[in-house]
């Protein structure tokens, strides 16, 4: 690795978990805020979901992961039916968000441990900003939306995958990694390296 890349590197590292929540944001949101009605019952690049069910657990994990923010218990146990709830469940996802964002940015956030497992807090934080991203490729692949990931959240979400893979691959978290094209984009190998197959959508 030349300095460029080693300066580069260090940078991604640096950043808050809040502004990389941020970015993320900012590309996620306008996805689920696109998505049709009629789409709802549409597969995803996540078989086990259709685009009403990734949203509700995306929503889910939006919520709880705000909680683990401020170091308290999150429930995982259940995924309630946000979507199918009164009111526009859009706008209260772009909410969600933002609240999420809020409390990753609050001071602390990302010092010391986090969650049942303990795991450090910005690892945590690394989890969710996953889910964000990734689920947002989901989404937009299955209702034709373009989706790029920002180049800052790519970088860090690298280093998270190549730690957490083997504890998620054995929870089916992530499906076994698939190869990624000659010259692939730093993101389509992220996607490939959680079972993804960027080009089949």
């Keep these: ?40 019952t549409a597969p995803t690049p996540c078989a086990e979901y259709d685009v009403k069910a990734l949203v509700n657990h995306l929503f889910q994990v939006v919520v709880e992961f705000r909680k683990l923010a401020a170091k308290r218990d999150a429930d995982f ?21 933002e609240e999420l964002v809020a409390a990753w940015s609050a001071p602390g956030a990302e010092e010391g441990t986090s969650g049942a497992m303990n795991m450090p807090a910005r690892l ?13 490729w989901d989404l937009a692949r299955a209702t034709g939306q373009p989706y790029e990931a920002p180049p800052q959240v790519v970088g860090v979400l690298a280093e998270a995958v190549a ?29 490939a390296a959680t079972g993804r197959h960027p080009h089949q959508w």
């Design 77 to 97: 146990t259940t995924t309630p039916d946000r979507v199918g709830e009164e009111g526009d469940w859009r706008e209260r996802f772009a909410g969600a968000v």
């Design 124 to 136: 945590v934080g690394a989890m969710v900003l996953l889910d964000l991203t990734v689920h947002a």
């Design 1 to 40: 690795m030349d300095t460029y890349e080693q300066q580069t590197q260090q940078k991604q590292q640096a950043r808050r978990m809040g502004e990389l929540l941020g970015s993320a944001a900012e590309r996620a949101v306008p996805v689920v805020s696109g998505l049709p009605d009629a789409a709802l």
């Design 163 to 191: 730690e957490l893979a083997p504890t998620a691959r054995s929870m089916g978290v992530f499906g076994e990694p698939v190869p990624a094209r000659a010259g692939a984009s730093p993101f389509d190998r992220l996607l």
